[in-house]
T-cell receptor
Framework: EPEVTQTPSHQVTQMGQEVILRCVPI?????FYWYRQILGQKVEFLVSFYNNEISEKSEIFDDQFSVERPDGSNFTLKIRSTKLEDSAMYFC???????????FGPGTRLTVL | DAKTTQPTSMDCAEGRAANLPCNHSTISGNEYVYWYRQIHSQGPQYIIH???NNETNEMASLIITEDRKSSTLILPHATLRDTAVYYC???????????????FGKGTRLSVIA
């Protein structure tokens, strides 16, 4: 069964460093998303991406964040200068659009020291 | 998207049916009801969704009331592996690009007990 994959599973970084989180969505999906979950809190939407551009973004997704689909398979989230409060699980998801369900990856645990 | 209300937690005996309620009294005509679950810190897992009619798949059944103001997710024979946080999410899809995000609440923590 096709699934969303994410790498790395755990990333530790120093405050102020740049990180890139990688995702490989399900191959025939057209819509891509990033969510995050701070420990003990709700899953929060960050950004959605379709047709090589951002469709929607939340207030969390400020200028420090960017997304890219550099080739036909990868979907990346970059945090330019990490802060302590960026420590969270980051989940990638993809869907076929419309009422189609979103499928989530296993997540990347980001720890900012 | 309409707001949902779910109980904070529920227990269910292993092998019995787990019935998880959700209220969504402000749901509008073009909004679907989705159910996801999250086991520990894993990625949310899609379970089922519906618009008006009851739905069933290999994981669960979704019963939506006729006025669509509430729904119930039924896990027919709960196992210990069904212990998770279950999220009821109301989501419209009629946006320009059609890819509306999911808005997660706190969900219901279901504990299946041996």
């Amino acid at each position: 069964e096709p699934e969303v994959t994410q790498t790395p599973s755990h990333q530790v970084t120093q405050m102020g460093q740049e990180v890139i989180l990688r995702c490989v969505p399900i191959s025939n999906h057209l819509y891509f998303y990033w969510y995050r979950q701070i420990l003990g809190q709700k899953v929060e939407f960050l950004v959605s991406f379709y047709n090589n551009e951002i469709s929607e973004k939340s207030e969390i997704f400020d200028d420090q964040f960017s997304v890219e689909r550099p080739d036909g398979s990868n979907f990346t989230l970059k945090i330019r200068s990490t802060k302590l409060e960026d420590s969270a699980m980051y989940f990638c998801a993809s869907s076929g659009g419309g009422a189609h369900e979103q499928f989530f990856g296993p997540g990347t645990r980001l720890t900012v020291l | 998207d309409a707001k949902t209300t779910q109980p904070t937690s529920m227990d269910c005996a292993e092998g019995r049916a787990a019935n998880l309620p959700c209220n969504h009294s402000t749901i509008s005509g073009n909004e679907y009801v989705y159910w996801y679950r999250q086991i520990h810190s894993q990625g949310p897992q899609y379970i089922i969704h519906g618009l008006k009619n009851n739905e069933t798949n290999e994981m669960a059944s979704l019963i939506i009331t006729e006025d669509r103001k509430s729904s119930t997710l039924i896990l027919p024979h709960a196992t210990l592996r069904d212990t998770a946080v279950y999220y009821c999410i109301v989501r419209g899809t009629l946006r320009r690009s059609g890819n509306t995000p999911l808005v997660f609440g706190k969900g219901t923590r279901l504990s299946v007990i041996a």
